[in-house]
Nanobody, 121 residues
């Protein structure tokens, strides 16, 4: 079993910053890609950012230049630094981690429970 625990969400004014964290624990052999998604009220879940196991990062156009994804492999943690936040960034943010639980098996995706980010205008 693999557990993901997110932290760092909350309420912030437009233009402010927040830093999300997602720590993985459990039966982990190795971690491949780590990412963040978000879901706003009444909308489908959308991809926000991804960082590979060689720390190559990619971003959705809507957050490019404002958000930074990073990872600490020793802590099995992925971060999302969110700057210049806008009201349209308001959503529940989910971390997603691709985990191998054994050397011979495939990597499977695991999801956090989500954390609320609210940006007031």
């Amino acid at each position: 079993q693999v557990q993901l625990v997110e932290s760092g969400g909350g309420l912030v004014q437009a233009g402010g910053s927040l830093r999300l964290s997602c720590a993985a624990s459990g039966s982990i052999f190795s971690i491949n890609g780590m990412g963040w998604y978000r879901q706003a009220p009444g909308k489908q879940r959308e991809w926000v950012a991804l960082i590979s196991n060689v720390e190559r990062s990619t971003y959705a156009d809507s957050v490019q230049g404002r958000f930074t994804i990073s990872r600490d492999n020793a802590k099995r943690t992925v971060y999302l630094q969110m700057n210049s936040l806008k009201p349209e960034d308001t959503a529940v943010y989910y971390c997603q981690v691709a985990v191998k639980t054994s050397w011979w098996g495939p990597a499977n995706d695991y999801w956090g429970l989500g954390i609320q980010v609210t940006v007031s205008s």
